[in-house]
């Protein structure tokens, strides 16, 4: 087995824990935080909708990421690509999930937002 299909194997195990916490989120089985206490159930419903979303579309940009490495490991630019786009992928959809964490808690301090 090569290289970068043992990274590619990798890869695409490091997205299960996304895929598990999303679950959780939608079972309810992940609590939030202290700081989440004025939120009503139907806003930390909502919240935990979105937040799942994310973590699961993180996960399937690890998994495309795991099949690029697979299928174009010997290609270095291809591969130079691959990795740039799944850095802006990912980290973009972080900071989307801390954005919906605080925007959610700013509306139930009632600060709007």
Do not use: Y
């Not at 697979?70 to 799944?86: F, K, Q, S, Y």
């Amino acid at each position: 087995m090569a290289a970068h299909h043992i990274a590619a194997l990798v890869f695409a195990l490091m997205a299960i824990p996304a895929f598990l916490s999303a679950r959780w989120l939608v079972q309810g089985r992940l609590p939030l935080s202290a700081g989440s206490g004025r939120m009503t159930v139907r806003d930390k419903a909502v919240l935990d909708d979105r937040l799942a979303r994310l973590l699961r579309m993180i996960g399937l940009a690890m998994l495309a990421t795991a099949i690029g490495l697979a299928l174009w490991g010997d290609d270095e630019r291809r591969l130079l690509v691959l990795i740039v786009v799944m850095f802006l992928a990912v980290n973009g959809l972080a900071a989307a999930c801390i954005f919906t964490v605080a925007s959610a808690k700013r509306r139930a301090r009632g600060g709007g937002g």
